[in-house]
């Protein structure tokens, strides 16, 4: 009987052990959502011809490649006035980090450069298996984000700070300086980027200028605004029958809102009165 008992006990001695050895998984963050600006017009940067006539001259050129550059030129140039980084430099690791914007990365969460949380990254996050398993990668609601964040990243940083001495046509010390500074720990990274500059021509879309540029940014913007500012002028002219709840329904707005625009006390409408419906 005393046998029973001391087995007994020492069953549930292991038990407890076994027990106390468990280990509580902490859930991965997945951060706050950070509200993100909407991506600005952009005036083209002559993408379209240049990836024309380089799949005319050479069609052994990958199209998906030439389709990046088609859709993201844009950004990279306007990202090379803000930031004095090389658009080529931007779109030939935007298309190699991101896989011509095929990567699960990229698809998932908009990444297009590999950028990682790091300790002061509070915006959303996923994790995705690079140099470590589930490693803890940046989420963006535009690419055109992933974009600036790339060029703040460079520009925030110390250890990037002497690639800013190059000229920025120098793509070529720019691709050695980012290995140089730590950007990838891949010792052919600056030979993978100088092959998809050169194939693609990405140098071109360092050579536009910055004064025709800026002019054709400002007239884009300008267009988009004054288009804006008109619609804020809609107005509707009060007819017979009409209440503030039926215009409100017709165009869309809550008649708190009409009434503020309108600086309306009350409900009273008359004949003929003219309304703004549109902010």
Known sequence: MKLKILFSVLFLLVLSNCGAKKHVTKKKSRGTEVTEPKPKKLPSVNEVK??????KKNPRLNKETLAYIRTYAPIAVHEMYQYKIPASITLAQGILESGKGKSELALKSKNHFGIKCHSKWTGERVYHDDDEK???????????????DHSLFLTQRKRYAFLFDYNIKNYKKWAYGLRKAGYATDRKYPSKLLKIIEDYHLYDFDNIKKS?????????????SSKRSKAKRKRYE??????????SRKFSISVADLKALNNL?????????????QE
């Not at 609601?141 to 600036?148: D, G, V």
């Open 50 to 55: 240049i990836t024309r006539k380089l799949a």
């Open 134 to 148: 589930g490693e803890c990668f940046r989420k963006y609601k535009y690419i055109a984000t992933s974009y600036n």
């Open 212 to 224: 025709t540029y800026s002019k054709q940014f400002k007239e884009v913007n300008h267009r988009k």
């Open 238 to 247: 009060v007819e017979k029958g009409d209440t503030l709840y039926a215009i």
């Open 265 to 277: 006390t009350d409900n009273t409408l008359s004949l003929g009165q003219n309304l703004i419906v």
